[in-house]
């Protein structure tokens, strides 16, 4: 589904005493199946963001190749929609109008995006906050919102930018019980960025761990638990306890090595 | 709100009946009592003078300030969207908004004569620049997440102008035309005193120079409440186009 071949990508950082390069992806290799749920982990500074925004085809990468589905990607196409960490929602449109924004882009007729905007709101549960304004709601409810927005225009792949990362522990939790259910529904592909590794446990099929500037992947590991998974069994499942403590073995053992 | 008025209404009150003791106490050619304006302002209104001359000079000042606000937005926008169009003018911007706009006025005379299109001009050159200004700096400020949620969800580059940076830097453009309002009746006044003897400016002049203090207050307090009630008009406007933003401060 998604093939991503030896990508690399430097920034130029304009510092006082001249420009530098930063590396921050060293040739990175992941191949992702079909309606697969992927976590992408690592630590702050690693180039997980970059790489999804590489994914999404906002910014370019230097060498290697992206391809979905067979074709290569150079721009954002209807195939991929992104939730965003700090949910992007345009304050000056209510939460109907923001989540139509991404079909108005999509020259989508009014009545029908309307009809479509109303229908994914039900899904995330805000049918009774579509006349709000983003502000009103709280961090929860808006990324909800913002959910619907990138579900909205029906992509086959879900970019998740840390997209729990700024709510609180709890409504975290219901959070991400509520994706996995709406995973399960829609089939699509998620590649999910987290620096939580009890999230990326608990939501994905495999998990990549990834070292730090420059990014590279360190490992990818599969997580051995049955779906559907009810969220507080799963916690105290050992296989879930082995599993985080092993990729946070892997992410110390990435981190000293990097240093 | 409501007690906020209450003081509005005590204050000018107060300042009011201070201001007739004053006058009928002290010298009542320089603080004539507030009666007395007012009854120079009946007779002004009267006779048609007032009328006619304010008329003359919200000509101009809707000229100048219109012309304003289109030049000032469009170069403004260019500015903030534009690293090299505002590396290009920040210069000049920078250095005629702080500028007393009142030495420009000879200059202006030179170019355009004495009639309306001088007076246009001064108006529109107080007003300007404040407006390109809190414009580019607007559009500076839209946030970049924004922009690259926008793009992401595939805008082209127009989309990205009028559905992003437009909406998001208007609260910014109207704090401009706000500020721009207020400068441009200070033109308006500046160009009829300094340049022809028209309008409202000619007659503070007249008045002036004659002594005849109460007609002189009875003008200005003519001008203080005209740009009360402009300023109002442009906070409606504000209020309409980012009514959004005006809820978040509430809050």
Known sequence: MVEIQGVSKSFQKILKDGTTEVKALADVHLSIRENEFISIIGPSGCGKTTLLKIIDGLIPHDSGKILIGGKQVTAPGPDRAVVFQTFALLPWRTVLANVEFSLELRRVAKEERTSIARDYLKRVGLEDFELHYPHELSGGMQQRAGLARALAVNPLILLMDEPFGSVDAQTRQLLQEELLQLWQREQKTVIFITHSMDEAVYLSDRVVVMTPRPGRVAEILDVPLARPRIADDVRRDPKFVDLTNYIWDSLKKAMENGH | ?251
């Open chain 2, 1 to 251: 709100m409501n007690s906020q008025f209450r003081i509005n209404v005590i204050s000018i009150v107060t300042l009011a009946i201070l201001w007739e003791i004053a006058g009928r106490t002290l010298d009542s050619v320089l603080i004539p009592p507030l009666s007395q304006i007012g009854s120079a302002w009946l007779r002004l209104l009267i006779s048609g003078k007032l009328l006619s001359n304010l008329v003359m000079s919200l000509g101009t000042l809707a000229a100048g300030f219109f012309l304003a606000v289109i030049l000032g937005i469009i170069v403004g926008l260019l500015m903030g969207r534009f690293r090299e169009v505002e590396h290009f003018l920040d210069l000049y911007i920078n250095a005629l908004m702080s500028a007393p706009m009142t030495a420009f006025v000879p200059v202006l005379i030179l170019w355009f004569g004495l009639g309306v299109e001088s007076r246009i001009a001064v108006v529109f050159l107080f007003a300007v620049f404040v407006i390109v200004i809190n414009t580019m700096t607007g559009v500076k400020q839209v946030d970049r997440t924004f922009l690259e949620m926008a793009r992401s969800f595939g805008a082209k580059e127009t989309e990205v102008f009028y559905k992003i940076i437009l909406p998001a830097a208007m609260p910014a453009i109207m704090a401009g035309v706000r500020l721009g309002m207020g400068r441009a009746v200070k033109g308006m006044v500046t160009a009829e005193m300094l340049l022809t003897l028209t309008g409202i400016g000619a007659m503070i002049m007249q008045y002036g120079s004659a002594f005849a203090t109460d007609a002189l207050f009875a003008v200005i307090l003519t001008i203080l409440i005209v740009a009360m009630i402009t300023m109002k008009l442009v906070q409606l406007l504000d209020q309409r186009l980012t009514g959004w933003k005006a809820e978040i401060a509430i809050e």
